[in-house]
């Protein structure tokens, strides 16, 4: 009998619980806390898909917040699963465009730290860090194994 994924698990209700929570989540005004956005991850990890299934584009138009965002949201939370990852980002002073940018399937763990502290010593802007990240990146072949997305999430 083969395991079910999280999203099989989901109700009707739980969606709606979900969506609700998710778009509480969206400002009214202003600039969100970083805390916020990795929060959202974490919400859109409980959907519990496949990439590519519709789950996220439709929570997206549910919840008033882009399926991109929520994406880059889940992407923060899976770079950086645990609270004092978020910790640390946000003691060095990270933007979400800093945090996109290191996003980058390219990069290692190892170059997504000693970036942190780049971004905490020389507070590059978002474009800088960007054309930092592609300086790095520059010719190097797509990672050869599909990265995991949601159903390798959950043992983070």
Known sequence: MSKSRP??????????????EVRKLKPKHGSIPLRRYWTLGGKVMQLGSRYGEDRVRKLAE?????HAMLYACLRFRRFWPKNTDLDRVVKRGLTFGHIRALSHKKLTPREREKLERFVKKEQPSTRELVRKVRELTKGRPRPKKRQPFFDDLGAM
């Open 62 to 66: 549910g919840s008033g917040w882009g």
């Open 7 to 20: 999203s099989e698990r989901l109700s009707a209700n739980q969606y709606q619980k979900l969506s609700a």
